[in-house]
């Protein structure tokens, strides 16, 4: 198991930017895939963005072109640059890690995010 920690979050006005990082207490980073999802009052928590072991990456649609996940694995962090933010993009964005040999997931406590004028 791993413990989990975002930060980043905040107010930021629309067209802004923020990133967001997350770093693990895990002994093993690079066998997690990681990603990040949102939430909204009374929503479902979606998946934003995930990189992969591999280094490969997805992201929803909503997203795409204006948001980039990363990882660095020395740091034990991933990362979520959010670019041309949009005020539906309001959410509390939480970070997972998925054990790649248990499928175990683990989440960090989520990090708020605000958009608005």
């Known amino acids: 198991q791993v413990h989990l920690v975002e930060s980043g979050g905040g107010l930021v006005q629309p067209g802004g930017s923020l990133r967001l990082s997350c770093v693990s207490s895990?002994?093993?980073?690079?066998?997690?895939?990681m990603a990040w999802y949102r939430q909204t009052p009374g929503t479902q928590r979606d998946v934003v963005a995930t990189?992969?072991?591999?280094?490969?990456?997805n992201y929803a649609e909503s997203v795409k072109g204006r948001f980039t996940i990363s990882r660095d694995n020395a740091k034990k962090t991933v990362y979520l640059q959010m670019n041309s933010l949009k005020p539906e993009d309001t959410a509390v964005y939480y970070c997972?890690?998925?054990?790649?040999?248990?499928?175990?997931?683990?989440w960090g406590q989520g990090t708020q995010v605000t958009v608005s004028s």
């Open positions: 997972n890690a998925q054990n790649l040999l248990t499928g175990i997931g683990n």
């Open positions: 895990g002994s093993i980073f690079s066998i997690y895939n």
């Open positions: 990189i992969f072991t591999s280094g490969s990456t």
